[in-house]
């Protein structure tokens, strides 16, 4: 693992290291209602094509063009599933997960500053609340979503990162795949996580749906 004097190269790692507690700071203030019907799951033909069939999956999508510089995200498009949300910066919490955005904002998605931004080499990370207690939040509808389907990251240098969508999964925080989920294919890629699974009033939500994207285009 790098060292802690390496800011630089620690952010890939801090977000392995901290990938369990993602959800943790996600679920606060989850719908109260036990009886609700909770999120949409993603369907198991929507999770990612294992390493064996990586080559054939791979053609089905876009070569990816060339990594863009680095350029903070302004916000967050998801058509499919009606996502069109401001992004801010979230960091570290004091507990060390992943924090998330303010929840007065329901419709706020939050890029964590540890990974790269949208575009650059790398995989940058898009967090967002699943539900409040006002009701259903800006990620809410992830798990509906399906491969192929596009996902659009406005940048502050005025560009638009376009992803598509290879794989849509539920799963536990208890045994959350870092190094898969996380780890660097050496191209540009997106995850966007949020709470999943069913919702209980003693332990909140027990799963993530993580989106995996990758770079597909720009504008």
């Known amino acids: 693992m790098y060292g802690q004097n390496e800011p630089g190269r620690r952010g890939a790692w801090g977000v392995v290291a901290v990938v369990l ?3 943790v700071h996600l679920l606060r203030g989850g719908l ?3 009886a609700a019907d909770g999120p949409p799951r993603p369907a198991a033909a929507a999770a990612p094509a294992p390493a064996r069939a990586a080559a054939p999956a791979s053609r089905a999508v876009p070569s990816a063009p060339a990594p863009l510089p680095a350029a903070p ?4 498009r998801v058509a499919a599933v009606g996502v069109d949300a401001p992004v801010t910066r979230v960091g570290l919490a004091a507990d060390g997960g992943i ?6 904002d329901r419709n706020l998605a939050g890029w964590f500053t540890g990974s790269v931004t949208p575009g650059a080499r790398g995989t940058a990370v898009v967090v967002g609340h699943v539900d409040t207690p006002e009701g259903r939040a800006v990620f809410y509808g992830l ?6 389907k596009r996902v659009e990251i ?3 240098d005025g560009r638009t990162a376009v992803f598509t969508v290879y794989g ?8 959350f795949p870092a190094q898969r989920v996380y780890g660097s294919t050496g191209t540009p890629e997106l995850r966007l996580i949020t709470c ?4 209980t009033e003693g332990g909140g939500y027990p799963d993530n749906v993580v989106v995996s994207a990758r770079l597909t285009g720009t504008r």
């Open 21 to 23: 507690l993602v959800g």
């Open 143 to 148: 798990g509906a979503l399906a491969k192929g």
């Open 32 to 34: 109260t209602d036990p």
């Open 99 to 104: 924090d998330a955005p303010p929840p007065g």
């Open 196 to 199: 999943g699974g069913p919702y």
């Open 154 to 156: 406005a940048r502050a």
């Open 73 to 76: 995200p302004l916000r967050v």
């Open 168 to 175: 849509v999964e539920l799963v536990p925080k208890d045994r």
